[in-house]
Nanobody, 122 residues
Framework: QVQLVESGGGLVQAGESLTLSCKVSRRAFSGSAIAWFRRAPAKEREFVAGISRFGSNTYYSDSVKGRFTISRDNDNNTVHLQMNSLKPEDTAVYSC???????????????WGRGTQVTVSS
């Protein structure tokens, strides 16, 4: 079974930055594409960013492109999401999921972390 644990969430002001981390069980890491999704209150889960198994391809939603950067640390089986220029509309619970390939449909992901709260005040 693949285990994912998110960290790094918190409360920041608009314009500030946060870095989220997704620690993946070591045996599963190299074979997994990892993506970040978020869910705001009363909204559906939304794809944010994804990175392929070897890190050669990255994908972003239009709402975060140019502000967020996803990366893989293969030595520590961790995926990071650097979030810059945060906006109040980025407020959500952020979760990472693993799959064979990156997809924007959350149903393609079998394993999920529990999530971490990001709150951006105006």
């Amino acid at each position: 079974q693949v285990q994912l644990v998110e960290s790094g969430g918190g409360l920041v002001q608009a314009g500030e930055s946060l870095t989220l981390s997704c620690k993946v069980s070591r045996r599963a890491f190299s074979g997994s594409a990892i993506a970040w999704f978020r869910r705001a209150p009363a909204k559906e889960r939304e794809f944010v960013a994804g990175i392929s198994r070897f890190g050669s391809n990255t994908y972003y939603s239009d709402s975060v492109k140019g502000r967020f950067t996803i990366s893989r640390d293969n030595d520590n089986n961790t995926v990071h999401l650097q979030m810059n220029s945060l906006k109040p509309e980025d407020t959500a619970v952020y979760s990472c999921g693993s799959a064979g390939v990156v997809a924007s449909d959350p149903r393609r992901y079998v394993y999920w972390g529990r999530g971490t709260q990001v709150t951006v005040s105006s």
